[in-house]
């Protein structure tokens, strides 16, 4: 193998195309990062698909080195050796991760399929996206901003969620830090006088609970006043079938997506 990585400042990866360190920094990534990023740098509940070539905060490898050496301020990506999961990995460790990265990347099409334009027009009109979902600001917000979205999945998996909207619903974490998001969990509650209220919950302790319904009216509830407090991991989003919204036209809408991400 290649000769020892020491120095971080390298704008050149020792392990480019070493087939073998990219097997031990598929190791790594297991171990340190599958957590967020998914088996297979596909993506996870809180982190971005890795197997896309074009990615939000690092292009070359040098860029990638630093991202996973010292984080990303404002964001879930932490410093090497901060998240819990051992002492950090050496330079080494963090070149041979980057390789593995490489080699699963996929290339991006010549021709990116759909109308992004058209997709724009559906997802603020007769698609009804953003009614509950934000991008660049306009939309609603019972569901998940999506600015970010088709530069953080594939393809496939966001036409899987449009399609099954209950069958990925992010995990997130509960520690105390509040360094990941809650996760997304539907609440249904009965009021003492009757009044049944179905949201999405925002924030909840072993007292009360923060929800926010279908019309993103945000309710504060003490929970030893409810006749009736239900959670389920089934989205409020109506799963969009082809007689809803046909193949082609959610191919525009994930156009439009990454379109934006791409921005």
């Known amino acids: 193998m290649a000769a020892t990585a020491t120095c971080a400042a390298d704008d050149h990866n020792p392990y480019a195309a070493d087939p073998k360190a990219g097997k031990a920094g598929e190791y790594e990534f297991r171990i340190n990062c599958a957590l967020c990023h998914g088996l297979g740098a596909h993506g996870g509940g809180r982190g971005p698909d890795l ?3 074009q990615k939000k905060h690092a292009h070359s490898d040098a860029e990638l080195f630093q991202v996973i050496s010292n984080g990303i301020p404002g964001t879930v990506m932490p410093a090497n050796g901060t998240n819990g999961q051992g002492v950090g990995m050496t330079d080494e460790e963090i070149w041979q991760i980057i390789t593995y990265i490489r080699s699963v990347e996929v290339k991006a099409p010549a021709k990116p399929a759909g109308s992004a334009a058209h997709g724009k027009e559906l997802f603020y009109g007769d698609a009804n996206c953003s009614l509950c979902h934000m991008v660049e600001g306009r939309g609603g917000r019972l569901g998940p901003e999506l600015t970010g979205v088709g530069g953080s999945r594939t393809r496939e998996a966001i036409i899987d ?31 003492a006088d009757g009044k049944e209220i179905k949201g999405v919950a925002l924030n909840e302790d072993n007292f009360s609970v923060q929800m926010m319904d279908a019309s993103e009216q945000i309710f504060l509830l003490e929970k030893d006043e409810l006749r009736s407090f239900k959670k389920t991991r089934e989205s409020m989003m109506p799963t969009y079938n082809a007689d809803l919204l046909s193949d082609k036209d959610l191919e525009d809408v994930v156009a439009y997506l990454v379109s934006v991400a791409a921005k």
């Open 161 to 191: 969620s449009v399609r099954n909207p209950s069958r990925r619903l992010a995990w997130g974490l509960t520690e105390a830090t509040k360094e990941f998001p809650q996760e997304y969990e539907t609440v249904a509650v009965v009021t």
């Open 51 to 53: 197997t896309q070539a």
